[in-house]
């Protein structure tokens, strides 16, 4: 196996400031690469707005940028997170995409705004501080209600106000499984099934959930993800294989300083999974290229 295909180095899940991540897409980029990550992917919530600074960033520190998104998607009536990897950003049938799920994350702020409104908390100005990010997701409410110190933390957010059954949950219409599958192949890129152990599911819904997954043309699902355990990691090696998908490794970093979601820092691929990032293998021009490009002006993040 080439250097570039050594699984402990490739991180295909990754959160930049575009969504709700912590860092610009730039400095992501100098964290990945510090973290000793040759093959990565910058796949913020519903955008590819990231992807020109990071590809700029990435040829500038050696790293070899695979081009992604994390798309929302809502099936049987709950939503699911698809990865698309190796897509054309420029692609029309992802702009189409793109601009309906901005629809809907616009529709859902409001409905989380006037929801929390209902119980008494300032949900319109909590919306008109949090406007700006390309994607605006239930994190950034959830960073606001820490801030006002309206809850103690994020999980806290999530527990009291924003997740499924709590009262600030807005139900989001995302778009279909088939739907968002097609798009991603129309964009010339690869399906992954993004953290499949994270639903809530039996067992047996989950291998259904794998299989469906395979049917609407889905390639590959996430193997080693990050803050997993060694037999979560079981599991999911079973779905993956079970399903006949190709695997992936993502650490769903949003914060590099959060221990449990460190890039880079993730298992091995079991050596019977094939890993989706083998169709992208990281040449020696990730390197050239950067050593003309290194002290680049435009890899400073916007202010
Ligand atoms: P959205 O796509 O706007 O519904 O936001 C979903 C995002 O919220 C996920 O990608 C996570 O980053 C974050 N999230 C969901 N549940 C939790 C939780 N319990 N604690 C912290 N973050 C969460
Ligand atoms: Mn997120
Ligand atoms: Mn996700
Ligand atoms: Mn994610």
Redesign the pocket.
């Known amino acids: 196996m080439s250097d570039s295909a050594t699984p402990d180095r490739a991180d295909l899940h990754l959160h930049s400031t575009v969504s709700?991540g912590v860092l610009c897409p730039a400095d992501l980029m100098a964290a990945v690469a510090a973290a000793g990550v040759a093959v990565c992917a910058l796949t913020d919530?519903d955008s590819v707005a990231g992807l020109g600074e990071a590809s700029i960033a990435a040829r500038a520190h050696g790293l070899h940028l695979v081009p992604g998104i994390e798309v929302?998607v809502t099936h049987a009536g709950r939503?699911l997170h698809v990865v698309g990897l190796g897509i054309d950003a420029a692609s029309p049938a992802l702009t189409a995409l793109l601009g309906r799920l901005d629809a809907a994350r616009e529709e859902r702020a409001l409905a989380i705004a006037a929801r929390l409104e209902r119980h008494h908390l300032p949900g319109g100005d909590i919306l008109a501080a949090i406007r700006g990010p390309p994607v605006l997701?239930?994190?950034h409410f959830?960073r606001e209600l820490v801030r006002r110190g309206l809850v103690a933390d994020?999980?806290q957010a999530?527990?009291r106000w924003l997740?499924k059954g709590a009262p600030g949950y807005a139900p989001a219409s995302w778009p279909s499984l088939g739907t968002v599958t097609d798009a991603l192949r129309a964009a010339s890129g690869v399906a992954v099934l993004a953290h499949p152990l994270r639903y809530t599911l039996s067992a047996g819904q989950r291998r259904e959930l794998c299989r469906q997954f395979a049917d609407a043309g889905g390639t590959a699902t996430e193997v080693c993800v990050g803050g997993q355990n060694p037999a979560q990691r079981e599991v999911a090696t079973g779905l993956c294989l079970r399903a006949g998908l190709e695997g992936s490794v993502g650490s769903d970093c949003?914060d590099p300083a959060l221990p449990w979601q460190r890039p880079g820092r993730l298992a091995k691929l079991p050596s019977a999974i094939t890993p989706v990032w083998q169709r992208w293998p990281a040449t020696a021009v990730d390197r050239a290229v950067s050593s003309t490009i290194r002290d680049a002006a435009s890899l400073q993040c916007p202010t």
């Open positions: 709700d919530h929302s939503t997701t239930r994190t959830a994020l999980g999530f527990k997740g949003h």
